[in-house]
Nanobody, 119 residues
Framework: QVQLVESGGGLVQPGGSLRLSCAASGNIVSIVTMAWYRQAPGKQREMVATAQGGATNYADSVKGRFTISRDNANDTVYLQMNSLSPEDTAVYYC??????????????WGQGTQVTVSS
């Protein structure tokens, strides 16, 4: 069994920064993909950033402001968020494709963490 535990959300003023963390634990052989998604009230969940191998990908709305990074030694993925605006307010979820055996990967979601950008 694998668990993803997120932390780091909260209330921040416009222009501020937050760093989200997502730690994976359990039966982990390797982590294939690490990603962050978000869901604002009344909207569909959307991809924010992904990291697979040495490549990263970002939604256009966060390019230049958000950075995804991974600590392979601790099976943790981070999302550094700078220059936050009220439009970034959402519940943020980490998503990972994890191999618990060498032959197949399965997707897991974190529990979500609320990010609110408001003055």
């Amino acid at each position: 069994q694998v668990q993803l535990v997120e932390s780091g959300g909260g209330l921040v003023q416009p222009g501020g920064s937050l760093r989200l963390s997502c730690a994976a634990s359990g039966n982990i052989v390797s982590i294939v993909t690490m990603a962050w998604y978000r869901q604002a009230p009344g909207k569909q969940r959307e991809m924010v950033a992904t990291a697979q191998g040495g490549a990263t990908n970002y939604a256009d709305s966060v390019k230049g402001r958000f950075t995804i990074s991974r600590d392979n030694a601790n099976d943790t993925v981070y999302l550094q968020m700078n220059s936050l605006s009220p439009e970034d307010t959402a519940v943020y979820y980490c998503y990972e494709q994890i191999k618990s055996t060498p032959w197949s990967a399965k997707g897991y979601w974190g529990q979500g963490t609320q990010v609110t950008v408001s003055s």
